[in-house]
């Protein structure tokens, strides 16, 4: 069993598919992916993306990316009847955004919409998918101050350094890693997966963004987690069979209102 613990099958670009995103899914399902979460970057968009849990295998999250300036949330309501679906299973992806956006009155903003998120992921007791960049110290106030520990979350595409993982993993968070592990320039990162325990891994694609080597400068998607998997496996010196499992096993653990046998077929 594999997982692609975050994409976004709404953004991929499947001109190369007769049958649109369900043949990129299918492929994916081919290449021996078994589950898809896809990830909600806004509420508006939400039912476009909560659509493709029609698909046996695929399910949702449901939260606003800290660079959707417009909707960043000021209150829970909408996002708490939305999340409240049964096929959603994770609030996010939320968190802080630095590095692009660097005005200090869009991070205040920023601060009080992941604190929504997290607080309302408390409610529900669903896991936090979180995008962090930049933002470290702050990121982990505000997971201390409003997050459940009991459920945590997840730190996805993650490129932050080993002491922030290690701090995540004393919160309960899990350390999701996409194909960025795999570009030249990622040495840090590396070194950082080779020390972090593998019962705190996932692994992920961020498609259509960030596809792993050898199929950078293409479009991602999720058939390329298998590549990440299979980096990440060689980094931890262990086969890929292994790393498949214990990653797919810490993904149920984590989001553990995911159904084990609703898989891609």
């Known amino acids: 069993m594999l997982v692609d613990s975050h994409c976004h099958l709404d953004k991929l670009d499947v001109s190369a598919y007769e049958k649109g995103t369900q043949g990129a899914i299918d492929a994916a399902r081919d290449s021996g992916v078994s589950q898809i979460l896809t990830i909600s970057v806004d509420l508006e968009s939400f039912e476009e993306v909560y659509q493709f849990t029609e ?3 695929v399910i ?9 300036k417009e909707g960043l949330l000021s209150s829970n309501d909408e996002l708490l009847a939305l999340a409240s679906r049964e096929k959603v299973v994770a609030i996010g992806e939320t968190g802080l955004d630095y590095f692009y956006d660097k005005e200090p009155e ?8 992941f604190a929504i998120h997290l607080a309302t992921a408390g409610e529900l007791e669903l896991p936090t998918i979180i995008h962090t960049r930049d933002a470290k110290n702050d990121t982990l106030e505000i997971i201390r101050a409003y997050g459940n520990k009991e459920v945590g979350g997840v730190l996805h595409c993650f490129t932050e350094d080993y002491d922030m ?12 890693i996409s194909g960025i592990v795999t570009f030249r ?3 840090d990162l590396r070194d950082t997966v080779k020390k972090l325990p593998l019962d705190a891994l996932l692994v992920e694609t961020d498609s259509p963004y960030l596809a792993p080597v050898p199929h950078r400068g293409k479009k991602n998607e999720p058939k390329y987690v298998r590549d990440v998997a299979q980096f990440v496996a060689d980094l931890k010196q262990i086969r890929i069979e292994e790393l498949m499992e214990i990653s797919s096993e810490n993904f149920h653990r984590k989001f553990s209102k995911v159904k084990r046998d609703n898989i891609l077929i």
């Open 185 to 187: 320039n990622a040495d």
């Open 55 to 57: 698909r046996a295998g």
């Open 106 to 113: 869009n991070h205040l903003a920023q601060k009080d919409s």
């Open 165 to 176: 993982a290690r701090s995540a993993l004393d919160l309960n968070y899990m350390i999701s």
């Open 60 to 68: 949702a999250s449901c939260g606003v990316h800290p660079l959707h």
